[in-house]
């Protein structure tokens, strides 16, 4: 709890509390669930702000409450039981501490006074790069991106190639000197790979004989002078200064409520810090890392949890209670979960420490709370590379399972009446898979990161099918398909070519894009909520956030998240249309985290899909029980 508190005192600092008098008109507040509490308020400031982070922790129980000011006033529901510490913290403003108890039905006022805040001049630049999650920088220079790009022969190349995957501030973070610029570029272009194969899907990207990305022996003579001219080893690190974020619609944010379920830290030489862990040298080593999260029948939340050793995590969102399994072989990769019609629960392995050893597919039974099954992805060999990493998963209507290989260019399935694997190959150089959805014809679709391409695998003939959307070459991690069958996915800004969120009608074939009102948005998963709005995670911007987009005006509307530099991978949503995620890339508080957009319509803490596992907008029609399987 210590080291807990200790982090999120870098991201709030509380508030004294006072009893509210005098207070304007509140809307009716309770606790709205039985059982439970609420807290209101007034908040004051010398200087103008607006829609001000109200955090509300339950020191008992470590979860979090966050909510938002709408004109100065502040509500929250559905509390816990417990000790709490209150803070509320804006731009350039917080507040002191203070601590209070809370019982099963009360409903206390307070009032809440902001201060200004030390300045500081450090930034902390979100990267959301699969082998770099844990090394967010820290810059003391903001400019604006003309002064950190500075027009030249090698700005499109670096926009075109580099900026596309890594964002407008990896480059100008990492000065280097030339030797240090050209290995950058000599492992992009797979300098070593003539003589051992790619250590990672990023590694060899740039070959020019073999890339997407439209890079020839002319660009890379131009990038580099570009790079070590404007980022050698004299210059400073930098960011690009924010100049446009999504407004905030405060009368929104008055309604929205973010809770965080902490994973619990393991206690000292277990789990992370035990001896076979704690040394490995790999992303996520030494602490808890939530990548994807899914919903049961049965309203529980399960989480793959990227550290060592790798576990899969249950939360009762009802309790708060968590109960983790540890997986067969824990440092074999981790990254997604998904739950079938009958409840099993189903992952397949990544990378781990362990790149080259055969992948699997797991099968977790949660009844007997043992893992039943443990299926070779690639039992013939059919991808010809000795690290590949499995990732994605999605079922068809008989439920047999699709895996995407991210490191290996190729879509597994496993028949559920054969019990056997078949691997298809993606017909496109350097494919790398990230993402894979069903839609309701049992055609499996893919993001390929690699271009920015989707990928249509059509089930019944084993055939492809390849869309480029209008902007390509691009940066595309997830997609997903709505209840009218259209795939929609999220393209990342480069540079100042703007992010877009993408939708693909199948009834005609066409690809619409809109701009993401966000600088250097880079909108990571995308989910049709009930009312048929379009959600997105979104590490660009000034903070990482969640995004809606409602298609009927097309307008956009922002929701900052509690942890503004903890990255999210993958979004799910319940059929009451809360938003629930994980903060990858948060280091001290890593958990399960859930936006309600209206707090008055919480009818449960539990999570249930609209049609039920696995999550569809529409219904599988497959058997409902396990023995089926």
């Not at 003589?195 to 073999?210: K, V």
């Not at 490191?407 to 694997?421: E, F, I, N, P």
């Amino acid at each position: 709890m210590g080291k807990l508190m200790a982090s999120l005192g870098a991201v709030c600092i509380f508030l004294g509390l006072t009893v509210l008098a005098g207070a304007r008109p509140m809307p009716p507040q309770s606790g709205g669930l039985a059982g439970t509490a609420g807290l209101s308020g007034a908040v004051d400031s010398s200087t103008p702000f607006k829609a001000a982070q109200v955090f509300i922790r339950n020191t008992d129980k470590r979860i979090l409450y966050m909510v938002y000011t709408n004109a100065g006033q502040f509500r929250a529901v559905a509390l816990f039981p417990g000790n709490y510490e209150v803070k509320v913290s804006t731009k350039g403003q917080e507040s002191d501490v203070q601590k209070l108890t809370l019982k099963a039905g009360d409903s206390p006022k307070l009032k809440l006074s902001l201060h200004a805040m030390a300045a500081s001049s450090q930034r902390t630049v979100v990267n959301a790069l699969e082998t770099n999650t844990e090394s967010n920088s820290v810059v003391n220079i903001e400019q604006p991106y003309d002064e950190v790009y500075p027009p030249g022969p090698g700005r499109d190349v670096a926009e075109r190639t580099c900026v596309i995957c890594h964002g407008e501030n990896f480059l100008p973070g990492r000065p280097g000197n030339l030797a240090v610029w050209t290995a950058r570029l000599d492992r992009m272009m797979g300098k070593a790979n003539w003589d051992r194969p790619a250590a990672s899907y990023a590694e060899g990207l740039l070959n020019y004989r073999a890339s997407a990305l439209r890079f020839n022996r002319q660009d890379r003579e131009d990038l580099l002078a570009y790079l070590v001219k404007n980022f050698g080893p004299d210059a400073k690190p930098r960011a690009v200064r924010i100049d446009q974020e999504m407004p905030l619609d405060e009368a929104k944010l008055g309604k929205a409520m973010y809770i965080e379920y902490y994973l619990p830290p393991d206690p000292p030489g277990q789990g992370n810090h035990a001896p076979e862990y704690k040394d490995l040298k790999a992303g996520f080593v030494g602490r808890r890392a939530g990548q994807d999260v899914r919903f049961d029948h049965d309203g529980n939340v399960w989480l793959t949890d990227r550290g060592y050793p790798h576990r899969l995590v249950k939360l009762d969102p009802r309790t708060g209670v968590q109960k983790d399994f540890q997986l067969p072989d824990p440092k074999n990769g981790i990254h997604e979960v998904n739950i079938d019609p009958t409840g099993m629960i189903w992952l397949p392995e990544h990378s781990g420490v362990q790149p080259s050893s055969v992948k699997r597919l797991l099968a977790f039974n949660p009844e007997t709370e043992k893992f039943d099954q443990m299926i070779p992805l690639d039992p013939d060999n059919v991808v010809r590379n000795q690290i590949k990493w499995a990732q994605s998963i999605a079922f068809d209507s008989k439920l047999n399972i699709y895996v995407g290989w991210i490191m290996g260019g190729a879509l597994s399935k496993y028949d559920r009446q054969t019990k056997k694997v078949s691997v298809f190959p993606v017909p496109e150089a350097n494919a790398i898979v990230y993402g894979v959805i069903a839609d309701r014809n049992d055609n499996i679709w893919m993001a390929l990161w690699d271009s920015g391409n989707i990928a249509k695998f059509d089930t019944h003939n084993n055939g492809w099918t390849i869309f480029a959307p209008p902007t390509y070459p691009a940066q595309v991690r997830r997609l997903n398909v709505d209840a009218q069958n259209n795939i929609w996915f999220g393209i990342w800004a480069a540079g100042k070519r703007p992010g877009k969120l993408a939708k693909l009608d199948q009834t005609t074939g066409r690809i619409t894009e809109w701009t993401v009102p966000r600088q250097n948005a880079s909108p990571y998963d995308v989910m049709q909520d009930p009312d048929g709005n379009i959600w997105s995670a979104d590490v660009g911007g000034s903070a990482a956030a969640l995004w809606k987009f409602n298609p009927r005006d097309a307008s956009f509307s922002l929701y900052p998240k509690p942890q503004k530099t903890a990255d999210t991978p993958k979004i799910q949503v319940t059929k009451d249309g809360a938003i629930w995620y994980s903060p990858r890339g948060s280091v001290d508080a890593p958990a399960f985290g859930v936006l309600y957009p209206d707090m008055d319509k919480i009818p449960t803490l539990g999570a249930y899909y609209q049609q039920g596992p696995p999550g569809y907008p529409y219904k599988l029609a497959a058997p409902t029980t396990r023995a089926s399987r």
